[in-house]
């Protein structure tokens, strides 16, 4: 079946440490999005990548990094740097980011991965 | 930069019965595209329904269907017949057709729960 997969589900993260959060999609979507959210708030934009090898910093991009190396897959690494990184953590991709904003494509999201400090 | 905003933190309803979450937002745009979205228990983020903002006629999905009131920027989501399969976070989301810079980006308000009683 065609979609995003994300893994680790669950991933614990000592202080000081990177740890990398994967995104997968087979949907041949061209846009792929990071998006954070806390408790009680929507999600934000992290990164987000228009095509392989092109990424761009969203609202709250700092302490984090993204590559994007094939189209099907845009990893996440959240950086030593990130003051406070226990979130949710959701992947989401679309067909095209100009014709997704002029068309209203849809943008369709993975099943998030938590992410804990310990 | 444009707003959403979610003022009911939380609702209930009675299964069989209907329902209204509301939804204002900010922006100086003339073309932009509104969304409610779902997120269960399992905070996958499912698309309910959307609205494009040229549009007049409000959109309906089955037993969801909006008030859009362009001048008045509110775009409220009402739920009709309530099953208890409805319980969930209820997220509104903005989006502009401009294309540049993150402008292909979903604008989130900070969500409504949404609880269904049997």
């Known amino acids: 079946d065609g979609g995003i997969t994300q893994s680790p589900k669950y991933l614990f993260r000592k202080e000081g440490q990177n740890v990398t959060l994967s995104c997968e999609q087979n949907l041949n979507h061209d846009a792929m999005y990071w998006y954070r959210q806390d408790p009680g708030q929507g999600l934000r934009l992290i990164y987000y990548?228009?095509?392989?090898?092109?990424?761009q910093k969203g609202d709250i991009a700092e302490g984090y990094s993204v590559s994007r190396e094939k189209k099907e897959s845009f990893p996440l690494t959240v950086t030593s740097a990130q003051k406070n990184p226990t979130a949710f953590y959701l992947c989401a991709s679309s067909i095209d980011i100009v014709f997704t904003a002029f068309l209203g494509n849809t943008i369709y999201f993975g099943e998030g991965s938590w992410l804990t400090v310990v | 930069a444009q707003t959403v905003t979610q003022s009911q933190p939380e609702m209930s309803v009675q299964e069989a019965e209907t329902v209204t979450l509301s939804c204002t937002y900010d922006?100086?745009?003339?073309?932009?595209?509104l969304f409610w979205y779902k997120q269960p228990p399992s905070r996958q983020m499912i698309l309910v329904i959307r609205?494009?903002?040229?549009?007049?006629q409000n959109a309906t999905e089955n037993r969801f269907s909006v008030n859009f009131q362009k001048a008045a920027k509110s775009f409220s989501l009402k739920i009709s017949d309530s099953q208890l399969g409805d319980a969930a976070m209820y997220f509104c989301?903005?989006?502009?057709?401009?294309?540049?810079?993150?402008?292909?980006?979903?604008?989130f308000g900070k969500g409504t729960k949404l609880s269904v009683k049997p």
């Open positions: 990548s228009q095509i392989v090898n092109d990424f």
């Open positions: 922006t100086s745009e003339s073309d932009y595209y």
């Open positions: 609205q494009e903002a040229y549009k007049q």
């Open positions: 989301a903005y989006r502009s057709m401009n294309y540049g810079g993150s402008q292909g980006n979903l604008i």
